[in-house]
């Protein structure tokens, strides 16, 4: 059965370990609730990444468990409980390692992209 064409055609599927990541680096630079975990990716990344809901939330739950997030109830600025999550000790190390390994991964494909075939 053929594929559909994507709605966003400039849009990036994530890898789970690549959002992860993305996640895990976005809470370094504050807590958020999911929303804004989700604009955070988009808008840093110039509208190419996005983080739906449906791959995101399953995300965080994983994070959670993982005890590299921790997360709690709080009332947002237009008075509506929101999940904010913020990253652990054990999920600034995680990131550190993910970091580590995606230096890696880009180094590996910038040398078989970069390599000229003769």
């Given at each position: 059965?053929?594929?559909?064409?994507?709605?966003?055609?400039?849009?990036?599927?994530?890898?789970?370990?690549?959002?992860?990541?993305?996640?895990?680096?976005?809470?370094?630079?504050?807590?958020?609730?999911?929303?804004?975990?989700?604009q955070?990716?988009?808008?840093?990344?110039?509208?190419?990444?996005?983080?739906?809901?449906?791959?995101?939330?399953?995300?965080?739950?994983?994070?959670?468990?993982?005890?590299w997030?921790?997360?709690?109830w709080?009332?947002?600025?237009?008075?509506?409980?929101?999940?904010?999550?913020?990253?652990?000790?054990?999920?600034?190390?995680?990131?550190?390692?993910?970091?580590?390994?995606?230096?890696?991964?880009?180094?590996?494909?910038?040398?078989?992209?970069?390599?000229?075939?003769?």
């Amino acid at each position: 059965m053929p594929r559909k064409p994507p709605v966003h055609p400039n849009r990036i599927e994530l890898l789970q370990g690549t959002l992860d990541l993305l996640i895990l680096q976005t809470l370094q630079w504050g807590p958020r609730h999911g929303y804004g975990i989700s604009q955070a990716i988009r808008t840093g990344s110039s509208e190419i990444l996005r983080a739906d809901t449906g791959s995101l939330y399953p995300a965080l739950h994983r994070l959670e468990r993982a005890k590299w997030i921790a997360a709690e109830w709080k009332t947002s600025e237009n008075q509506q409980r929101v999940k904010v999550y913020r990253l652990t000790a054990a999920g600034k190390k995680q990131l550190l390692a993910e970091r580590s390994r995606w230096e890696q991964l880009v180094q590996a494909m910038g040398g078989i992209l970069g390599h000229e075939q003769a």
